[in-house]
């Protein structure tokens, strides 16, 4: 049985990283976000200001940090969803997803959480040295497996798709790490759905 804070914790993190995703975008992008994000923005955070990309900016301003490590939440959030599919996934795949979403989290930390003191160094080397290359691994991994099990499972195919809806949703929004990361939470919700319409079978079948 699925304890109750893994079935949601899957769910919540596609949800609050489909919040976040336009709300970084318009603040990397400003006026260059997608239209569609933009708007998505304006109706979650009506003051929050379009007008300067920060991607032009040497240095970000607070409003990107304050945004930017809410973020922090999706991964805890992811974490959780992992361990507690650890069953349905198999206890190798489980053990490599929470060593690379504990890595992903850490890189993550460290762009959004300690590189407004430290500098724009660390930040580039938290995201494009370790979180940017582990989310790839971590798409690749969900991928790969998803292949595998195509046939055994429904959820197969969400997994196979947890690559290209990353790399979807990475271009939709023009921001990363919330693009690759709704992959992955895409994936982790359609298993955790399958999940508990198969552990709802046996009464199912009883009762009739």
């Known amino acids: 049985m699925t304890p109750p804070l893994s079935r949601l914790a899957a769910p919540l993190a596609?949800?609050?990283?489909a919040l976040l995703g336009p709300l970084q975008s318009v603040i990397w992008n400003g006026p260059d976000a997608p239209s569609w994000a933009r708007t998505v923005a304006?109706?979650?955070?009506?003051?929050?200001?379009?007008?300067?990309?920060?991607?032009?900016?040497?240095?970000?301003?607070?409003?990107?940090?304050?945004?930017?490590?809410?973020?922090v939440v999706v991964y805890l959030l992811l974490l959780v969803a992992v361990t507690g599919a650890s069953a349905a996934l198999g206890q190798r795949l489980s053990r490599v997803l929470r060593v690379l979403l504990a890595i992903a989290t850490t890189a993550d930390v460290l762009?959004?959480?300690?590189?407004e003191a430290a500098g724009p160094g660390l930040r580039?080397?938290?995201f494009w040295g370790i979180e940017v290359p582990v989310l790839v691994l971590l798409l690749v991994t969900l991928t790969l497996h998803g292949s595998r099990r195509l046939r055994a499972s429904p959820s197969g195919w969400a997994f196979v798709?947890?690559?290209?809806?990353?790399?979807?949703?990475?271009?939709?929004?023009?921001?990363?790490?919330?693009?690759?990361?709704?992959?992955?939470?895409?994936?982790?919700?359609?298993?955790?759905?399958?999940?508990?319409?198969?552990?709802a079978l046996p009464s199912t079948e009883v009762a009739s």
Do not use: D, N, Q
């Open 14 to 17: 596609l949800g609050l990283a």
């Open 42 to 71: 304006r109706a979650i955070e009506p003051s929050l200001s379009a007008g300067i990309a920060v991607s032009a900016l040497a240095e970000p301003p607070p409003v990107y940090f304050s945004h930017g490590r809410l973020f």
């Open 111 to 115: 762009a959004y959480w300690l590189s």
């Open 124 to 126: 580039k080397l938290a």
């Open 161 to 199: 798709l947890a690559l290209p809806a990353g790399l979807l949703a990475t271009w939709a929004l023009r921001y990363m790490p919330h693009g690759p990361v709704l992959g992955l939470a895409f994936a982790l919700t359609v298993e955790t759905i399958a999940s508990l319409r198969g552990e």
